[in-house]
T-cell receptor, first 115, second 110 residues
Framework: GAVVSQHPSWVICKSGTSVKIECRSLDFQATTMFWYRQFPKQSLMLMATSNEGSKATYEQGVEKDKFLINHASLTLSTLTVTSAHPEDSSFYIC???????????FGPGTRLLVL | DAKTTQPTSMDCAEGRAANLPCNHSTISGNEYVYWYRQIHSQGPQYIIHGLKNNETNEMASLIITEDRKSSTLILPHATLRDTAVYYCIVRVGAGNMLTFGGGTRLMVKP
């Protein structure tokens, strides 16, 4: 149990295009999902907290208009990187917390490469 | 959140116990100690957590000192697949955002 999936697992796109990453909790409902970003040889950095039915809360320094987050259902949150640039190339990881509380479970990550 | 301190890296022989220490001297009474690991190019994986009692599950054991200022994660029989970065995180609850430090890079060698 407690499986979180991400799609796609990797994506290559041209500079200026937008990319959507999906995060799904497969066997539980999640009122809260988190989005992290990880650059090579660095630790995970929280980007935003996504709550079902409300606007996401972004960490300082993360542009909300560039990284659009939608949490439309209890099992799905999406992150859209708008007008992607090479510096947005990174490993994006989501996590989900079961509606009843408890441990945070992570997805497998999505590797984004912007050319 | 209480800050944690972990060694940057450790080696362990395959089949032997891996003991990963973590210092969290400013931990509050209601904060748990969580351990996650991240295998290369994958998302973090939950291992174990505890408040003040020692805990054991199918993956590992967690030993927390009586004063709760430090803890040790024990992998009883390390395998090559246990090679990963191990993160010790102190938090009131894992349902809240987790702050990842540098972690310990464990290398299990044949």
């Amino acid at each position: 149990g407690a499986v979180v999936s991400q799609h796609p697992s990797w994506v290559i796109c041209k500079s200026g295009t937008s990319v959507k990453i999906e995060c799904r909790s497969l066997d539980f409902q999640a009122t809260t999902m988190f989005w992290y970003r990880q650059f090579p040889k660095q630790s995970l950095m929280l980007m935003a907290t996504s709550n079902e039915g409300s606007k996401a809360t972004y960490e300082q320094g993360v542009e909300k208009d560039k990284f659009l987050i939608n949490h439309a259902s209890l099992t799905l949150s999406t992150l859209t990187v708008t007008s992607a640039h090479p510096e947005d190339s990174s490993f994006y990881i989501c996590s989900a917390v079961p509606a009843g509380g408890g441990t945070q479970y992570f997805g497998p990550g999505t590797r984004l490469l912007v050319l | 959140d209480a800050k944690t301190t972990q060694p940057t890296s450790m080696d362990c022989a395959e089949g032997r116990a891996a003991n990963l220490p973590c210092n969290h001297s400013t931990i509050s009474g209601n904060e748990y100690v969580y351990w996650y690991r991240q295998i290369h190019s994958q998302g973090p994986q939950y291992i174990i957590h505890g408040l003040k009692n020692n805990e054991t599950n199918e993956m590992a054991s967690l030993i927390i000192t009586e004063d709760r200022k430090s803890s040790t994660l024990i992998l009883p029989h390390a395998t090559l697949r246990d090679t990963a970065v191990y993160y010790c995180i102190v938090r009131v609850g894992a349902g809240n955002m987790l702050t990842f430090g540098g972690g310990t890079r464990l290398m299990v060698k044949p």
